[in-house]
């Protein structure tokens, strides 16, 4: 078979074109996020009906993160190789039928089974669907497809559980995973239909470094997300960190001396890719180790329902619907960084004052007001990060940045709610309301000092630079 020729760059594409691109990206987008955090509110009666232990239970959720984590480059790299369009929609297939497995799924074992192909089929979709989005519009709309598309991103984390605790109270848990089945075989048809495929550099597979990443993402992530169920200092979590550490040096290695690396150490030159990667890890830290908690908060301290908890966090969850897209636009016009380290101040400053003012009986109306600050927080960093990327590196490896970006993202958000437990875990417990607020606020005031740190590596974001034609504009 021929090598594929790289994209030369984006071509002239009607408006039509461009709608579909940004309507199949955010339709992938917004399922394999969506994944993430539906099963949450349908745990309890999985518990029931299919007679599992709790360890089991927390692999319905750890198996989809694992496989979706470990595989993120991989797919970006196959991408680049075989076709982003092509791959891109064989995710949104594999995805879709994996679905189909978990609905059927007869026992705890095959449903386990089948969230870890359902991450398989998310790897490459995450990646991919930026690339798709930066291939289809030129520089000077970018910002605000990419904001529309963090927008949808972060609709899919604010509907989780909401959409997921409908789903169960309404009809059945497994249904959670039917209705993905038609919009995943009918996106990636539409996507092999009416989207222009596109091509990376690469004219070959770099197999050892898939392998080397692959299972350093995969040590790496087990071990924080099973450190504080079975013991930082036990032998397998040590094992699995420090095997993990192994192959990441392995895998810089090998990736600095081979012809064709599926991630170029040359990324790790750039400004913008670092300062995008690390805020990326500071948001993600603190962001999904505050849901987790504060969600639970609602339902152990104040009785409320997975459906009612769900609808008391849309405030802040469903903010960068509306305010992401402004601030991708805008974002293309005076830079990300602006965005950047004032979203993540802010997100600083309500987890603070979360922290600070939390109690067993504090009234909705005295958390909404954190809820906000947060949520426009958050609304201003995600497309703006996203950018940040695009306009860092040349528009043939976007994939490759994306990829990196969003494997260091799920490691952040898996270490966050780690090391927010641990935290939680020493000064806290479910014993009491009370008990369970001493651990809390010392886990988001955690939080919020990984936020404001954040914030401060933003400031070192390149600025607005205009583009070289075929190169990176911002080192």
Same mark, same amino acid.
């Given at each position: 078979?021929?090598?594929?020729?790289?994209?030369?760059?984006?071509?002239?594409?009607?408006?039509?074109?461009?709608?579909?691109?940004?309507?199949?990206?955010?339709?992938?987008? $917004?399922?394999?996020?969506?994944?993430?955090?539906?099963?949450?509110?349908?745990?309890?009666?999985?518990?029931?009906?299919?007679?599992?232990?709790?360890?089991?239970? &927390?692999?319905?959720?750890?198996?989809?993160?694992?496989?979706?984590?470990?595989?993120?480059?991989?797919?970006?790299?196959?991408?680049?190789?075989?076709?982003?369009?092509?791959?891109?929609?064989?995710?949104?297939?594999?995805?879709?039928?994996?679905?189909?497995?978990?609905?059927?799924?007869?026992?705890?074992?095959?449903? @386990?089974?089948?969230?870890?192909?359902?991450?398989? &089929?998310?790897?490459?979709?995450?990646?991919?669907?930026?690339?798709?989005?930066?291939?289809?519009?030129?520089?000077?709309?970018?910002?605000?497809?990419?904001?529309?598309?963090?927008?949808?991103? &972060?609709?899919?984390?604010?509907?989780?559980?909401?959409?997921?605790?409908?789903?169960?109270?309404?009809?059945?848990?497994?249904?959670?995973?039917?209705?993905?089945?038609?919009?995943?075989?009918?996106?990636?048809?539409?996507?092999?239909?009416?989207?222009?495929?596109?091509?990376?550099?690469?004219?070959?597979?770099?197999?050892?470094?898939?392998?080397?990443?692959?299972?350093?993402?995969?040590?790496?992530?087990?071990?924080?997300?099973?450190?504080?169920?079975?013991?930082?200092?036990?032998?397998?979590?040590?094992?699995?960190?420090?095997?993990?550490?192994?192959?990441?040096?392995?895998?810089?290695?090998?990736?600095?001396?081979?012809?064709?690396?599926?991630?170029?150490?040359?990324?790790?030159?750039?400004?913008?890719?670092?300062?995008?990667?690390?805020?990326?890890?500071?948001?993600?830290?603190?962001? $999904?180790?505050?849901?987790?908690?504060?969600?639970?908060?609602?339902?152990?301290?104040?009785?409320?329902?997975?459906?009612?908890?769900?609808?008391?966090?849309?405030?802040?969850?469903?903010?960068?619907?509306? @305010?992401?897209?402004?601030?991708?636009?805008?974002?293309?016009?005076?830079?990300?960084?602006?965005?950047?380290?004032?979203?993540?101040?802010?997100?600083? &400053?309500?987890?603070?004052?979360?922290?600070?003012?939390?109690?067993?009986?504090?009234?909705?109306?005295?958390?909404?007001?954190?809820?906000?600050?947060?949520?426009?927080?958050?609304?201003?960093?995600?497309?703006?990060?996203?950018?940040?990327?695009?306009?860092?590196?040349?528009?043939?490896?976007?994939?490759?940045?994306?990829?990196?970006?969003?494997?260091?993202?799920?490691?952040?958000?898996?270490?966050?709610?780690?090391?927010?437990?641990?935290?939680?875990?020493?000064?806290?417990?479910?014993?009491?309301?009370?008990?369970?607020?001493?651990?809390?606020?010392?886990?988001?005031?955690?939080?919020?000092?990984?936020?404001?740190?954040?914030?401060?590596?933003?400031?070192?974001?390149?600025?607005?630079?205009?583009?070289?034609?075929?190169?990176?504009?911002?080192?």
């Amino acid at each position: 078979m021929p090598a594929p020729r790289p994209s030369a760059g984006p071509v002239p594409r009607s408006s039509r074109t461009r709608a579909l691109t940004l309507g199949v990206a955010g339709i992938g987008v $917004f399922m394999v996020v969506l994944d993430n955090l539906v099963v949450t509110t349908a745990l309890p009666v999985m518990r029931v009906d299919l007679g599992v232990s709790v360890t089991q239970l &927390g692999w319905v959720i750890n198996a989809y993160t694992l496989a979706f984590a470990a595989l993120l480059l991989t797919g970006a790299a196959l991408g680049d190789r075989f076709g982003r369009r092509r791959v891109f929609a064989i995710g949104l297939a594999v995805f879709g039928l994996a679905s189909m497995g978990c609905a059927l799924a007869p026992d705890a074992a095959w449903l @386990i089974f089948f969230r870890a192909v359902q991450g398989l &089929g998310a790897a490459p979709v995450l990646p991919l669907s930026l690339t798709l989005l930066a291939d289809a519009f030129p520089p000077g709309k970018r910002g605000l497809a990419i904001g529309l598309w963090s927008g949808i991103s &972060g609709l899919a984390v604010a509907a989780g559980p909401v959409v997921g605790g409908g789903i169960v109270d309404a009809l059945s848990w497994q249904w959670i995973f039917w209705v993905n089945v038609p919009i995943g075989l009918i996106g990636a048809g539409v996507a092999m239909l009416a989207l222009r495929e596109s091509h990376g550099p690469d004219t070959g597979i770099d197999i050892p470094g898939v392998v080397l990443m692959g299972l350093s993402v995969l040590g790496i992530v087990y071990g924080i997300v099973r450190g504080n169920e079975v013991g930082w200092g036990s032998v397998q979590i040590l094992t699995a960190l420090i095997g993990g550490a192994i192959m990441q040096a392995l895998f810089i290695w090998w990736e600095s001396r081979t012809t064709n690396p599926m991630l170029p150490m040359s990324l790790f030159r750039n400004r913008g890719v670092n300062v995008a990667n690390a805020a990326s890890v500071c948001l993600y830290f603190g962001l $999904f180790g505050a849901v987790f908690f504060l969600a639970q908060f609602l339902q152990t301290v104040q009785g409320d329902s997975p459906l009612m908890a769900g609808a008391k966090v849309l405030p802040w969850t469903i903010m960068p619907m509306f @305010i992401a897209p402004l601030a991708g636009a805008m974002s293309d016009r005076i830079g990300p960084r602006p965005f950047m380290v004032t979203g993540l101040a802010m997100m600083s &400053g309500a987890f603070l004052w979360l922290g600070l003012i939390t109690e067993p009986t504090i009234t909705y109306w005295g958390l909404v007001g954190g809820f906000l600050l947060a949520g426009f927080g958050m609304s201003l960093v995600f497309a703006p990060v996203a950018n940040l990327l695009v306009m860092s590196v040349p528009l043939v490896e976007v994939g490759k940045a994306s990829g990196s970006n969003n494997t260091v993202r799920e490691v952040g958000g898996a270490l966050g709610i780690a090391v927010m437990t641990a935290i939680f875990t020493a000064s806290g417990s479910y014993a009491t309301g009370q008990a369970y607020v001493d651990g809390l606020n010392r886990a988001v005031l955690t939080g919020a000092a990984v936020l404001l740190l954040g914030a401060i590596i933003a400031l070192a974001a390149p600025p607005l630079r205009a583009p070289r034609p075929g190169s990176a504009p911002a080192r």
